[in-house]
């Protein structure tokens, strides 16, 4: 007795071994066969995935809880609400003594520390040095514990300096 299943991974492998076919039959000279051959071989691909997640009922591209394809997740910080506004800075008169700009390679440093911490480490340190919040302060308002609050921010600057000591 077969289930919509079994007749569903019966019906892709079926269309696999066509599209295998196909693409045998195609001449990779020819510039317009070498585009169709890109398209079969993403469709075979895609098939073969989709009959293995038919067959185990698993998504093969989930691996221990982790998607393959999440290591091209990167996340954006341009808009995080932790980091303080500058603007009173700007409206100092002090302001004129010094220049506030950070180079190309400053900021692509810049993105690399901060993508090399923890979100709770993130978190704390932003807490801590940007909004002046004691540790006890952060450790009442995360719902963590002070050591917690002090651990976190020290392993977000020993990730810095060790991350500066690599750029200078």
């Not at 075979?44 to 290591?71: A, F, L, N």
């Amino acid at each position: 007795m077969s289930n919509w299943v079994d007749e569903m991974i019966a019906s892709y492998t079926d269309y696999r071994r066509e599209l295998s076919q196909m693409k045998k039959d195609l001449n990779p000279e020819n510039n317009d066969d070498a585009e169709a051959e890109k398209m079969i071989n993403s469709m075979i691909r895609d098939m073969s995935e989709s009959i293995e997640w038919m067959e185990t009922g698993r998504d093969p591209k989930v691996q221990k809880g982790i998607h393959v394809d999440s290591i091209y997740h990167v996340k954006s910080y341009g808009d995080m609400d932790l980091i303080p506004d500058i603007i009173e800075q700007l409206e100092e008169e002090s302001i004129n003594e010094r220049e506030l700009f950070m180079t190309k390679d400053e900021k692509i440093i810049m993105g690399e520390i901060i993508q090399l911490l923890s979100a709770r480490e993130r978190q704390c340190y932003f807490l801590h040095v940007g909004h002046k919040k004691s540790m006890g302060e952060i450790a009442v308002e995360l719902g963590v514990s002070k050591s917690t609050v002090q651990t976190n921010i020290t392993r977000a600057r020993n990730k810095m300096k060790s991350r500066v000591g690599e750029a200078g």
